[in-house]
Each structure stands twice: as C-alpha cells, then as structure tokens.
C-alpha cells in the first residue's frame, strides 16, 4: 500500500470532499500524523463516493425477483440413512488426508457484547472461565487427534484486534496446538461515516473505521496468502466459523463429506427457524440464484412468511453461519470481490465534536458499511449444498451478555446438550420442573468430541452427585 505524504493525503481528501479529516492536523505530533496518513492511504475513494452517494444521498431500491423458492436441504444426517453414513465416510477421508483447513472469523468489533478484549477471549466456560478461543482450540486438537491430521487454523483478525488476538493466543501458548500451523491475517477497514456522508474522526488524529464484515474474509483470504498457504498444504477446503459461536462442530465430517462428494464450491448449514420472524437470515433461492436474505428485508419479501397447509413455514432454513469454502471458489470469487453488495448499518459511533472532545452518541450518528460472506452464494454454479442440523450443540452464538443469542443463554444450552450426555453416560444430571438441567457443565472437547466418544471413554467413571460438573482433556474431573 502507497504511504502518502501531507501533500498527496490533502489533495485526495479535498477533491472527494473530504478535507475536515485535517481539522486537527496542527495538534498531532509525527507518530499521530503518520498514523492519519497511514489510514488515508487505506481508503478506496471511488468505493466509498458510490456507498456514500447509494446508502448516505439516496435509498437504493430494494431488489426485486420474480420468485423466492426456498432452497433445497439435505434432512439432519441421521447415520442409519445411506446417504449421511457415506457423507460421513467421506468426511473422514478428507479429514485423513489432510484436504481441510478451518477458517475462523474473528474481525468483528464484538460491540453488543462490550467485552473489554477480542471476543474469543471471552470466559465463557461457567466453570472454568475458559475463553471461546480455547473451546475452538481443544476441538482442533481433538479432531487432530482422532483423524491422525494437520488443520491448519486461519483467524481473521482486523486492525481493531489484531495486536491483542496474537498476544491472547501466546499468552495461552497457542492452546497447545502448533504455532505454525496458526496464521492470523487482517481484513480491510472503511471509514465510518456521518449522515452527511463526511468520515467521522474517532479522535483528532484517528479516523472512525470499521472491519469490512465478514464478507471480507474473501478478499482477505486471498491477498494475506492464505489461499496459497492452505494450497501449499494440500489443503482445499476451508471449513468456516464464526468466533462467538461456541457450540459450532468444527470439522464436521458429514457437512465436510456432502460438500467433498457433491464437490460444492460453498456450502451451508441451515436450521429450522424458530418462528417466521426469528431474527436470522434465510437462504433461499431467487430467480434461480442462492441467496441469504436478512431478517431485516422480511416485509420487502412477504413470501418469505408464508407457511405451509399445515401451518409450517415454507422458508423454514435460517442462516447460523457456517459454510465450508473450496479455496479454488475463493480465489473465483475475489476477482467478482467488486460485485458484492454493500450493506449499512445505522449505529452509535463515538467521535470527536468541533472541538476534538470525544462524544459517546445516545442514538446512532453514522453509518458502517459492510460485506457479508453468505453474499458468496449467490456465484456458486454448482447444486446448492445446504444441510439441515439441530441446533442444540451446533449454534449457539454470543452476541450480548444477557437475553436472546447471549451469554446466558449460551450457558444454559451448555447445559442441555453436556447434560444428555451425561446422563447417556448413566450420570444423575439434576433438572427442574421445566426439564432444564440446574447445574453447570463443561465438557472439554479434546475429552469427547461427540456423544459417542463420551459414553465410550466416561465408561466407569464415578461422577460427582452434587454441583457442577467439569471434565478437563484427560478426563479429570475440574474442581469448581
Ligand atoms: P457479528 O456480525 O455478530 O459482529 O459478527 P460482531 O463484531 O461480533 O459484534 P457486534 O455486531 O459489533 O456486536 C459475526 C462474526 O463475524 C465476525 C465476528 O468476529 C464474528 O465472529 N466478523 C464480523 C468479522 O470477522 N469481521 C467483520 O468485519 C464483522
């Protein structure tokens, strides 16, 4: 990237209108003007005249299609069924041959949860406090182990990040698996902007900016080296999730073998909304193209409410966010990287007033632009692959402290879904009149990845009576 100089970053900010951005240039020292200048050669002008002239000046128009079908699913695997036992197979070759890397997304800005750090530090095991990172990392290990295999683990990090997400890992001494096999790669920003359209200074030498979404990781992916380093490895299939989903089966081997056998380009898991309005995505297919359309654009596509004669819904395939990418897609892909539509959202956006003093908005002051991965979809040419699954034990995300897609409720699913298995274990799992489990567990995934595994390997064990139950990797019970 070019560094400018005063002159260059000048000129460029005054011939898109943007010269305020130099308000305080007087005040800052030279380690504050070259961080400015560092971000102003960052921006993609052209990008952000046409976002600021379609979203900021005018409203685009929402897109219309001619249909919405849904989108076809492949039913939960069940093992009985031919198809999931060979998907299964299948997986497990792949996984053996050491075709998958997993690719982490971990850029976002976490700013409902208000955690003070990168959201997969946080404590989430009830007992342990251990962080999202660490339960991502002890499933990696147990998949390792089980398959005899490498998964090289790609985190996408931003700028916002980026310095304390390297710095949690070491400090955790990279959760036991192998440095090298660890790659963390940095997203673009864009500027946030007001609602005139003019950047928003987070301090008075600092522009407000925002990670591009997840969308891009595709970019990303491709010119941090990742596309080449998983291909290096003989890696061509990323399996991909998402930070702050603590429950996500990373590696699943039969969502792996659907997508090796059909040799999809990328695939989805879907599961079954909850009601028609359950703020989650929906995939769907539209004029003959694979598409995820957001809650938010429900009223644009009433179809998508609509149920059945029985009273189920017809779109019934929300989105949890969690594909698997072939690297050759997202190599196809970022050359159409251009095409993306951009999304806004209206949000608080802290910045500096006239004066350079720091202001902490009530209500939303600007906008965020960015890209979505499930956007992706929409090039594939191959058969859709979108494969239904529970959630319990699948999806889980935190996206809050408290309420729906929260910590608690992250907490309580833990609780469902170790509690089966303990009991499937011949434990005595307490639960109240409702049939929730009223005590804590944690399970360590590198112990059990899965149910099975579980009652194999707690076989004999003496589980405690009362209170919480922890398992550490070696089976250990962890005092509270
Ligand atoms: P969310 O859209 O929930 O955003 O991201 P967030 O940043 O975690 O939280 P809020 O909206 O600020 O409260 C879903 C996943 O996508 C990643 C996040 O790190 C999370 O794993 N993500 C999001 C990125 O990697 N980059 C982005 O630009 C946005």
Known sequence: MAQFNESDARRRLADNGQEHVFQFWNCLNDEGRT?????????????MNRLIDDWVRHEPAPETFRSIEPVPTIPIPDPARADAKAAWDAGEEALRAGRVGLLLVAGGQGTRLGFN????????????????????????????????????WYIMVSATNHAATEAFFRENGFF?????????FEQ???????????????????????????????????????????RNRGVDTLSYFQVDNWAVQVGDPFFIGYHVQRKAEMSSKVHRKNSAREAVGVHCICDGEYRT??????????????TAEDGSLLHFAGNPAIHILDVGFIERVCSVYDRFPWHRAHKKIPCVDEAGALIKPATPNGYKFETFIFDALRFIEHEPVALEMNRVGHYTPIKQFDGANSVQAARAAMRAYWGGWLEAA???VPRDASGAVTIDIEISPEFALWQGDFVKRAAGMAFPEDGAIAIAADGAFVAP
């Open 117 to 152: 750090g990168p959201k997969g530090a946080y404590p989430i095991g009830p007992i342990t406090g251990k962080s999202l990172f660490a339960f991502h990392a002890e499933k990696i290990k147990g998949l390792q182990r089980r398959y005899g295999c490498v998964l090289p």
């Open 176 to 184: 036991g698996l192998n440095e090298a096999d660890i790659r963390f």
């Open 35 to 47: 961080v400015l200048l560092g971000q102003i050669a960052t921006i993609d002008f052209p990008l």
């Open 293 to 306: 359309i957001e809650y938010s654009e429900l009223d644009i596509y009433p179809q998508l409410l609509e």
């Open 426 to 428: 011949g434990a005595r």
């Open 188 to 230: 673009r920003m864009v500027p946030c902007v007001d609602e005139s359209g003019r950047f928003m200074l987070e301090g008075p030498g600092c522009l407000a900016m925002n990670p591009n979404g997840h969308g891009g990781t595709i970019p990303a992916v491709v010119e941090n080296g990742i596309a080449q380093d998983a």
